[in-house]
């Protein structure tokens, strides 16, 4: 590349004067339009992160393995969210739900409701808060507050108080771990107290 012939510092004063005037004009008179588009830039961000993209009410999701339904959620409401802590794919549930385990609504092994929760419908994953009920085809069934369901890691657990009633009486603890189909399930610290039916206090008739 050849340099342009050389001129008198003079010459390049008033030049370089008009192009930094020029320069200034510019950015003067884009700062406006500059400051616009941000606050735009962070209104939209920010309603992406606080308004669901999409909103569902009484509505529902059929988990499939290889064409079969394996867990079906009924739900009042479900929010999805575009971007932010909540991930596409990621919903949250609220105004009470249903989550039907092992099947469709119609036929399925156990049942899962609470108040709210997340529910991950790529992977099956739910997180459910409030008022939580889970419910074996045994009829066991299973009382706290807090519950993580994991489908695909076939997992159940709390570190929250539970109650747990069966047909023998009730056990009490904290902390479960259990299949997710609530077949089989440990509570990891039990109180020590096991409440038994009335029908298991009764005397055999041979006694």
């Given at each position: 590349?050849a340099?342009g012939?050389?001129?008198?510092?003079?010459?390049?004063?008033p030049r370089?004067?008009?192009?930094?005037?020029?320069?200034?004009?510019?950015?003067?008179?884009?700062?406006?339009?500059?400051?616009?588009?941000?606050?735009?830039?962070?209104?939209?961000?920010?309603?992406?992160?606080?308004?669901?993209v999409?909103?569902?009410?009484?509505?529902?999701?059929?988990?499939?393995?290889r064409?079969?339904?394996?867990?079906a959620?009924?739900?009042?409401?479900?929010d999805?969210?575009?971007?932010?802590?909540?991930?596409?794919?990621q919903?949250?549930?609220?105004?009470?739900?249903?989550?039907?385990?092992?099947?469709?609504?119609?036929?399925?092994?156990a049942?899962?409701?609470?108040?709210?929760?997340?529910?991950?419908?790529?992977?099956?994953?739910?997180?459910?808060?409030?008022d939580?009920?889970?419910?074996?085809?045994?009829?066991?069934?299973?009382?706290?507050?807090?519950?993580?369901?994991?489908?695909?890691?076939?997992?159940v657990?709390?570190?929250?108080?539970?109650?747990?009633?069966?047909?023998?009486?009730?056990?009490r603890?904290?902390?479960?771990?259990?299949?997710?189909?609530f077949?089989?399930y440990?509570?990891?610290?039990?109180?020590?107290?096991?409440?038994?039916?009335?029908?298991?206090?009764?005397?055999?008739?041979?006694e």
């Open positions: 590349m340099w012939p050389f001129r008198p510092l003079t010459t390049c004063r370089l004067r008009a192009a930094c005037f020029g320069a200034a004009t510019v950015l003067v008179s884009c700062q406006p339009f500059a400051s616009d588009e941000a606050q735009k830039a962070a209104e939209q961000e920010h309603a992406l992160r606080t308004v669901p999409q909103t569902i009410v009484d509505g529902s999701f059929e988990y499939t393995e064409g079969e339904v394996v867990n959620l009924v739900a009042g409401k479900l999805r969210w575009e971007e932010g802590p909540r991930n596409d794919g919903w949250t549930v609220s105004e009470g739900f249903t989550l039907f385990i092992g099947g469709a609504q119609g036929n399925h092994h049942t899962l409701s609470a108040t709210r929760g997340t529910y991950d419908d790529q992977h099956g994953h739910l997180e459910a808060w409030d939580v009920v889970l419910v074996n085809e045994e009829g066991d069934r299973l009382l706290t507050e807090h519950l993580v369901w994991l489908h695909d890691s076939d997992l657990r709390t570190e929250r108080p539970v109650e747990i009633f069966t047909d023998q009486g009730v056990l603890g904290t902390g479960l771990r259990a299949d997710s189909q077949e089989t440990q509570i990891l610290r039990p109180t020590g107290s096991f409440e038994l039916s009335l029908d298991d206090q009764k005397p055999s008739p041979d």
